[in-house]
């Protein structure tokens, strides 16, 4: 690996220890061992590097979920894949997540990163209506984007804060899902079933 990529590691590294706010410059160069000069030549500036680490680590754990998804697209089994695994890896995940309140929270003391997270939250909206219906991320329309997207956006995004906050009163995949399933009937007006 080169410095770019060494760098790339260290961010994530530290973003998953420390967070995005409390993570220097000399705190990266220490877990990539390469040298403050390298920030700035490779991404222009340390919050430009810890955004794209970011980024980096919100599609590893994508691919991770997708590949363990079951059940047909689109279905309550593939949503109950979805929410158990989410459910089932939010130690782990917990301080990527922890970070991506971080970085939103800073979106306003930091505007040259604002268009970076805006970018990376469309293709995650992409990613997970491809990763729930089985409908490639090329033939996904701006509506698909801007309606579904923003849905599965906001649901995983909740369900994290509710594990960051309250692990104990946060609801396991099957109670999620089965919340999904009531609210989907009361919406439709489809007979209640048992369960």
Known sequence: MGHREDLLEGAKKCLAEKGFVRTTARDIVSASGTNLASIGYHYGSKDALLTQAFIALIEEWGEGRQ???EGAEGSLERHRALWDGVVAEHTAAGPV??????????????PEL???????????????????????????????????????????????????????????????????????????GAPRTAG
């Open 97 to 110: 997540w922890a970070a991506s309140l971080e970085v939103a929270l800073s979106r306003d003391q930091k």
């Open 67 to 69: 590949a363990g998804l």
């Open 114 to 188: 604002k268009s970076m997270l805006a970018a990376s939250q469309l293709e995650g909206r992409r990613g997970l209506v491809s990763m729930m219906t089985g409908t490639p991320e090329e033939q996904l329309t701006d509506r698909d984007e801007r309606t579904l997207g923003a849905v599965y956006q906001a649901l995983l995004n909740g369900l994290m804060i509710q594990w960051l906050f309250d692990p104990s009163a946060a609801p396991s995949g099957e109670e999620f899902t089965e919340g999904l399933r009531r609210l989907a009937e009361g919406i439709t």
